[in-house]
């Protein structure tokens, strides 16, 4: 699977930004996708995942704010970014799992990665 995330950019606070993840292969639907993000200076942290069947999970600092999506007839998964806080600029991963059963957040346990996309929050 090859993973290709795009979306990023220079936004204000406050703003919004959607993320996608376009995977090619046919497989696309068998596998549990998520968002992680890397600050500067920082290890790359969770953000978001969705199982197979659409359950969604979501770390604690992005709840209330950022919601994941996928389209399994596109073969793409979105991370959609509302009110974005100069805390939330970091390199933007996307990436696929083969073997979890639900939704992870465990880093691990993902197969495949895309390049990243930048987003970048100013105050």
């Known amino acids: 699977v090859q993973l290709q995330a795009s979306g990023g950019g220079l936004v204000q606070a406050g703003g919004s930004l959607r993320l996608s993840c376009a995977a090619s292969g046919r497989t696309f639907s068998s596998y549990v996708m998520g968002w992680f993000r890397q600050a500067p200076g920082k290890e790359r942290e969770f953000v978001a995942s969705i199982s197979r069947r659409d359950s969604t999970d979501l770390a604690g600092s992005v709840k209330g704010r950022f919601t994941i999506a996928r389209d399994n007839a596109k073969n793409t998964v979105y991370l959609q970014m509302n009110s974005l806080k100069p805390g939330d600029t970091a390199v933007y991963y996307c990436?696929?799992?083969?073997?979890?059963?639900?939704?992870?957040?465990?880093?691990?346990?993902?197969?495949?990665w895309g390049q990243g996309t930048l987003v970048t929050v100013s105050s």
């Open positions: 990436a696929a799992a083969s073997k979890p059963a639900y939704f992870s957040a465990i880093e691990a346990e993902y197969d495949y």
